[in-house]
């Protein structure tokens, strides 16, 4: 099974910290995304990314940013954390070639910013 | 452009009881759909998908839906929940280009005993 690791299942920042979030997945998928998900919101798209060194801004990207340096790693990047940024973070790959199998999701980040 | 809604944010229910969560679709273009589910404090994992063929889908844990064409729908319903089906339900819509999703808002189903 592919396994996507998110490597805090829970955070707490200061206001203003530079904040790294990671997510590693170990069955070589092209297709990597962060989203937050908030209650009644949904799931969001920040960034997503189809291969090392790219990136695509998604619905919501202000106040983040993403790095994508090897293949099975996606940072996502919280430049100056402020409290309207406390949420659960996802992380999710995918396989481009066979897209129609779907996501396969990390097991979330709650980041909370005092 | 693409768009999910999901008609209710909370369902409570019954055990054993038959439950129907509602999802409406937007897509200027032939749409693949989703249903994935996320127990507390989990990931969310995929429960059944269409993409062609009979518009009845079966997944896991008993569930299946049904792709509506004309009324753009693709409810997902169960005749019989357990408490252990307590958990956030969503939505998702791909496109042609099929690998990026668009999820919907999220359904809360309550299971009561």
């Known amino acids: 099974d592919v396994k996507v690791t998110q490597s805090s299942r829970y955070l707490v920042k200061r206001t203003g910290e530079k904040v790294f979030l990671e997510c590693v997945q170990d069955m070589d998928h092209e297709n990597m995304f962060w989203y937050r998900q908030d209650p009644g919101l949904g799931l969001r798209l920040i960034y997503f990314s189809y291969d090392v060194k790219m990136k695509e801004k998604g619905d919501i990207p202000e106040g983040y940013s993403v790095s994508r340096e090897k293949k099975e790693r996606f940072s996502l990047i919280l430049e100056s954390a402020s409290t309207n940024q406390t949420s659960m973070y996802l992380c999710?790959?995918?396989?481009?070639?066979?897209?129609?199998?779907?996501?396969?999701f990390g097991s979330g980040t709650r980041l909370t910013v005092v | 452009a693409q768009s999910v809604t999901q008609l209710d944010s909370q369902v409570p229910v019954f055990e054993e009881a038959p439950v129907e969560l509602r999802c409406n679709y937007s897509?200027?273009?032939?749409?693949?759909l989703f249903w994935y589910v996320q127990y507390p404090n989990q990931g969310l994992q995929l429960l059944l998908k269409?993409?062609?063929?009979?518009?009845l889908v079966k997944g896991i844990n008993g569930f299946e839906a049904e792709f509506n064409k004309s009324q753009t729908s693709f409810h997902l319903r169960k005749p019989s929940v357990h408490i252990s089906d307590t958990a956030e339900y969503f939505c998702?819509?791909?496109?042609?280009?099929?690998?990026?999703?668009?999820f919907g808002g999220g359904t809360r189903l309550m299971v009561k005993p």
């Open positions: 897509s200027s273009v032939s749409v693949y």
């Open positions: 998702a819509v791909a496109g042609n280009a099929g690998n990026m999703l668009t």
């Open positions: 999710a790959s995918s396989l481009d070639r066979e897209w129609w199998v779907g996501y396969t």
């Open positions: 269409y993409l062609s063929g009979s518009t």
